[in-house]
């Protein structure tokens, strides 16, 4: 499984493409799937961008919790795939293209922020991505309420 670790900033061109930034790209093993799905955060205001196998497990084990005779487990699981992209960075010159529709979900204007959060990466308007910080105090609080002891 890859492990994405950072952040990078990039910009859009005026078609959507994005440079896809290098030290992620390594981290694609050699002859492995480059595909990778991106969609609207269900709780942040970012993109969420998969890579592929690790979006399959994801929506395996989303889907499997849910009864498709249940017309609200149906309308979430629509909602859920709503919007999403399947994407593969350009080989020669490294860049991706996100849907304006997907850009604009998040408000993007010209530049973004990939962040890598280990099995998946997030991609966020530069403008708002310090506001996603969490205040220290705050992720102390989280972090003590992990505790197992």
């Not at 929506?59 to 699981?77: C, E, I, Q, T």
């Not at 991706?96 to 010209?110: E, H, W, Y």
Request: hydrophobic share 40%; charged share 30%; glycine share 6%.
């Amino acid at each position: 499984m890859m492990t994405f670790i950072g952040e990078y900033t990039s910009k859009i061109d005026d078609k959507g493409r994005i440079v896809f930034p290098a030290p992620f790209k390594s981290m694609l093993p050699e002859g492995a799937d480059r595909r990778f799905v991106i969609k609207k955060s269900l709780y942040d205001d970012c993109l969420e961008m998969w890579p592929y196998s690790v979006w399959e497990l994801e929506a395996d084990s989303m889907r499997k919790g849910l009864d498709f005779y249940n017309p609200r487990h149906v309308r979430f699981w629509r909602q859920y795939m709503r919007g999403c992209d399947v994407v593969e960075p350009d080989v020669k010159f490294g860049r991706i293209s996100i849907s304006r529709q997907l850009l604009n979900a998040i408000g993007v204007k010209k530049d973004v922020v990939f962040f890598g959060i280990n099995y998946k990466l997030e991609i966020w308007a530069a403008e708002k991505f310090d506001d996603s910080e969490v205040p220290t105090d705050e992720y102390v609080a989280i972090a003590q309420s992990l505790s197992k002891e």
